[in-house]
């Protein structure tokens, strides 16, 4: 069955170009590709891409792409990568700085098992709490500790607690040393 241009003009836009030809520019938000042809990256998202996204996933795409920064997003293909990723690593504990609306945060989640967690940190949790329904309707928002503010106090923070649990180890370790001499 072919295609016509109107049907087509959801999945692409037409921009003019300096010299007044139509340039076709991919529709996906967050698309950052080193193809050369938005033809043949439409045509991986539609046979490879779209058809294995997550319902949760593709929820949460659809309310990111009517976001005001919307070009901020991860796209569906750099998400179903970095989910393979994590995957193949055998990752149970992730960072993310920066979580917008939680597209990558959420193909994180799904890749991580049960007990895994994501430390999340963003300095807007309005934008994280758009896409927080999604993330709760997959099931995984028990895996994500969400902090709101600037990544580096919260890294400090992070550093202090390792620090004073080793110190704290050690302290017990010797105390039960002593107890067994």
């Excluded at 170009?17 to 439409?42: A, C, F, I, M, P």
């Excluded at 795409?61 to 970095?82: C, V, Y």
């Excluded at 609306?101 to 300095?123: F, V």
């Excluded at 106090?153 to 180890?169: F, H, K, S, T, Y």
Aim: hydrophobic share 35%; charged share 25%.
């Amino acid at each position: 069955m072919a295609t016509t241009a109107t049907e087509a003009a959801p999945a692409q836009e037409q921009q003019a170009n300096g010299n007044g030809e139509q340039k076709t520019r991919h529709s996906e938000v967050g698309h950052k590709s080193l193809l050369k042809s938005d033809d043949l990256y439409q045509y991986i998202l539609d046979t490879s891409v779209y058809p294995r996204e997550p319902e949760s996933m593709k929820e949460l795409r659809e309310i990111t792409a009517k976001h005001p920064w919307n070009l901020m997003t991860t796209s569906a293909d750099e998400g179903q990568f970095l989910n393979m990723l994590i995957k193949l690593i055998g990752a149970k504990k992730t960072m993310e700085i920066g979580v917008y609306t939680g597209y990558s945060l959420l193909a994180t989640a799904l890749a991580l098992p049960e007990d895994g967690t994501i430390l999340a940190m963003d300095i807007n949790r309005e934008n994280y709490e758009l896409g927080l329904p999604c993330i709760e309707k997959a099931g995984v928002a028990h895996k994500i500790d969400f902090r709101e503010g600037p990544a580096l106090p919260v890294l400090d923070d992070l550093i202090a607690e390792v620090r004073n649990g080793q110190a704290a180890r050690s302290v017990l370790l010797r105390l039960y040393r002593s107890s067994r001499s």
